[in-house]
C-alpha cells in the first residue's frame, strides 16, 4: 500500500531550475525520515538529500548551497528544489522512506522507493 510517486523532471539548461515532488501514500507521513538519491547511467546510486521528521536536513556535498529539501507533511509530500544545475546532475531521482523517524544516507535505512523522475541537463 505504500506509493511514492516522484514527478517533476524533465530537461534544464545548466544553471537552470528544477523542483520535484514526492507524493506519498500508504503510511503516517509525519513519522518518517524521506530521502532523495540519484543513479546516473554506469554510476553507483548517489545519496542527494535526507530529511528527518523532525525537520533536520543534510546533503551531500556536491549540490549543498544548490538543492534544498523540504516536506509538507499536510500533503504527505516531499520536494527537492534544485538550483543552478550541471550537467553532472543529470540522473534518475528517486524518493525514498526511510524505516525511521531519523535516517543516514545509507540504503539500509530505507524500506521503499519511488520509481524516479528523470533530470537532464543539457545545453
Known amino acids: 500500500q505504500v506509493q511514492l510517486v516522484e514527478s517533476g523532471g524533465g530537461l534544464a539548461q545548466p544553471g537552470g531550475s528544477l523542483r520535484l515532488s514526492c507524493a506519498a501514500s500508504?503510511?503516517?507521513?509525519?513519522?518518517?525520515?524521506m530521502s532523495w538519491a540519484r543513479q546516473a547511467p554506469g554510476k553507483e546510486l548517489e545519496w542527494v538529500s535526507v530529511?528527518?521528521?523532525?525537520?533536520?536536513?543534510r546533503y551531500t556535498d556536491s549540490v549543498k548551497g544548490r538543492f534544498t529539501i523540504s516536506r509538507d507533511n499536510a500533503k504527505s509530500t516531499v520536494y527537492l528544489q534544485m538550483n543552478s544545475l550541471k550537467p553532472e546532475d543529470t540522473a534518475l531521482y528517486y524518493c525514498?522512506?526511510?524505516?525511521?523517524?531519523?535516517?543516514?544516507?545509507?540504503?539500509?535505512?530505507?524500506?521503499?522507493w519511488g520509481r524516479g523522475t528523470q533530470v537532464t541537463v543539457s545545453s
Open positions: 525514498a522512506k526511510a524505516k525511521t523517524i531519523r535516517a543516514s544516507m545509507s540504503v539500509y535505512d530505507y524500506d521503499y
Open positions: 500508504g503510511f503516517t507521513f509525519d513519522n518518517y525520515a
Open positions: 530529511i528527518n521528521s523532525d525537520g533536520n536536513i
